[in-house]
């Protein structure tokens, strides 16, 4: 039986520095599910590792369209479909200018695992462009989504594909590829979710991911027997979907949330942020946290340019749980470190892989309770296919029908994932039972299905 060492050699990754966070997110799995790997050896004779990390198919298209001063604009788009053993590939599209094959492919793989998770019938797959939204008019953003469905119209379809949002892509891009895929197909299908709720979307899928994200951390924080997060200290990082949805279900519940973050700076407010000027900000007026301290003077904002070095100025803030939600790799070794000294006891992972593997070994090393973003975010895509089964029925379900659902499926999650991980010697590690319980699945499936 090979070593999870061996294992990894066998992907050997060349020069592609692209793919560098493909294999962060393949290696992170490779040593998880080595024990399961070592009790059955169907999973090697089928040689399931070798077909699940190279995607069925990498769809790559020029997607050309005019901004407002008629000035022809070239872009790449993307879309990477993973695998379909589960169901549809499923999983969003991100519009940002750091989008390349190598993120999508990471992307793409994680997706795999998070709705094997779910136990709902979802493959993964993900895709998006190199399209900066950020300082477009509305009407360059329609056009430049009337452009990049032009093309992928061909590849998707709700049995085959079902693209949703990712960073860059919310409610109104999902409205413009809507309505061009229905343009073009002359067809009114559930071929995109996160819509908005009067053309087909789903009540509670804008919230989905981040109230996930927190109905995630209640339940492990009872499963490992530490404190609710009622009346204590959290910090967010990110302030787009993911971060304002889990710092509105924190204030819900009564955690005190004193942070977040966007691309050009940190904001920390020790009263506990103002989520109704936050969204203001950043959803109504695309502009900077910077502004938010021109309403609230005893607020501080820290600019990227001023974070310590090799770490971010959020984690050095103490607090009692930590939910990173903004994007890879913007949770380091030094921030972990910053984190256990200040007494932080939970970390929560609402963006994609956004610890290094330094930080999530020195934040379980210590002891404190780690949700992997493969569990802990999966709530997005969960109701992302509640909105599937609406459109497929015409039904349309209650906003508390989908939020009992979602949490139903978070605590499901999070048993699966702890029980997993017990079952196969390694109590407590949820990056592990999260690996394994979702690989499982996968794997099981492409055996049944022959190759
Ligand atoms: P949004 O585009 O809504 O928000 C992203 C936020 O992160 C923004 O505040 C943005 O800052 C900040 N950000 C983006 N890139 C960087 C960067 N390189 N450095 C610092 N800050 C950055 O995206 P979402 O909230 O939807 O997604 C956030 C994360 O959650 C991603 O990892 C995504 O893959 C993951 N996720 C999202 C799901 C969803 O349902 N939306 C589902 C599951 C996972 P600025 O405002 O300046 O642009």
Known sequence: MPTAEQEIKKFERGDCKQDDVFYQAMEEVIYSIAPLLKSDEKYTKHAILERLVVPDRVIKFKVVWLNDKNEIQVNTGYRIQFNNALGPYKGGLRFHPTVNEGILKFLGFEQILKNSLTGLPIGGGKGGSDFNPKGKSDFEVMKFCTAFMTELHKYIGPRVDVPAGDIGVG????GYLFGEYKKITSSFEGVLTGKPFFFGGSLMRPEATGYGAVYFTEAMLETE?????????????????????????????????????DSRGTL???????????????????????EYIKTHTD??????????????????????AAFPCATQNELTEIDAQN?????????????????????????????????????????????????????????????????????????MICKRVALTAKDYGVEGNYVDGANIAGFKKVADAMIAEGI
């Open 299 to 320: 607020a501080k904002y820290t600019p990227v340019s001023e974070y310590p070095e090799d770490g971010h100025a959020v984690w050095e803030i103490p607090c009692y």
């Open 339 to 411: 984190l256990i000294a200040n007494g932080c006891q939970s970390v929560t992972e609402g963006a994609n892989m956004p610890s290094t593997p330094e930080a999530t070994a020195a934040i379980q090393g210590h002891g404190l309770c780690f949700a992997p973003a493969k569990a802990a975010n999966a709530g997005g895509v969960a109701v992302s296919e509640f909105e599937m089964s609406q459109n497929a029925s015409m039904a349309k379900w209650s906003f508390e029908k989908v939020d009992n659902k979602l949490r139903d499926t978070m605590q």
């Open 225 to 261: 027997g530490k404190e609710p997060l009622e009346g204590k200290v959290c910090t967010v990082s990110g302030a787009g979907n993911v971060a304002l949805h889990a710092i509105e279900k924190l204030q819900q519940i009564g955690a005190i949330t004193v942070s977040c973050t």
């Open 268 to 290: 920390y407010d020790s009263r506990g942020v103002d989520l109704a000027l936050l969204k203001e900000i950043k959803l109504e007026r695309r502009a900077s946290l910077e």
């Open 171 to 174: 409610g109104r891009e999902i």
